[in-house]
């Protein structure tokens, strides 16, 4: 089955700084990568996701990478504010599969 | 309108007992799935159905147990209440299998004392 890894489980920016958290996976039939956002206390909502025939997608200050080749994919916001603060988990899964396959976990303070 | 409800949002209960959490999604999805949230956060699918039927059934104890009485619906039964079942579980819809994105209830947290 798929095996995704996220990295770093803590990360700590001051406000305006960028973030990045990365995840990699392992079944190359993967093709589907979606970001989720957990404040705390509350459920976990998407915010961004990607298709294998994307490299790349922006949404405001936010952006999601894929590099299939790598079998990676990042997350990336732009001019972080505290509300900003929360964790994210990325996720995989393919069109003939049943699940999603989640990351970890990595956990966002934004320093105001 | 709510999407995907859960009840109740939280549960205290002794060790032993038997215990029910419902779901129900208004959004007219064919799969639902429960997650475990455990202290540490991490995510871990427990079942899904598609349909009305059973797809995933992850290694969870068969004190579990899900019922899908229609599309709409996925509860989850707990029996003989243990100390290790305290959490936070989350329901979910997604509108089908594989790539569509999931959309999570407002999770229920149990404390079993």
């Known amino acids: 089955g798929e095996n995704v890894e996220q990295h770093p489980s803590t990360l700590s920016v001051q406000e305006g700084d960028s973030a990045v958290i990365k995840c990699t996976y392992s079944?190359?039939?993967?093709?589907?990568f979606p970001w989720y956002k957990q404040e705390l206390g509350k459920r976990p909502q998407l915010i961004i996701d990607i298709r294998s025939n994307v490299g790349e997608k922006k949404d405001q200050r936010i952006a999601v990478t894929l590099n299939k080749t790598a079998k990676h994919f990042s997350l990336h916001i732009t001019e972080t504010q505290p509300e900003d603060s929360a964790v994210y988990f990325c996720a995989a899964s393919r069109n003939t599969g049943n699940q999603f396959y989640f990351g970890t976990g990595t956990s966002l303070t934004v320093i105001p | 309108d709510t999407a995907v409800s859960q009840t109740p949002k939280y549960l205290v209960t002794q060790m032993g007992n038997d215990k029910s959490i419902k779901c129900e999604q208004n959004l007219g999805h064919d799969t639902m799935y429960w997650y475990k949230q455990d202290s540490k956060k991490f995510l871990k699918i427990m079942f899904s159905?598609?349909?009305?039927?059973?797809?995933i059934n992850e290694t969870v104890p068969n004190r579990f147990s899900p019922k899908s009485p229609d599309k709409a619906h996925l509860n989850l039964h707990i029996n003989s209440l243990e100390l290790g079942d305290s959490a936070v579980y989350f329901c979910a819809s997604s509108l089908r299998q594989g790539t569509d994105t999931q959309y999570f209830g407002p999770g229920t947290r149990l404390t079993v004392l």
């Open positions: 159905y598609n349909n009305k039927e059973l797809i």
């Open positions: 079944d190359s039939a993967s093709n589907y």
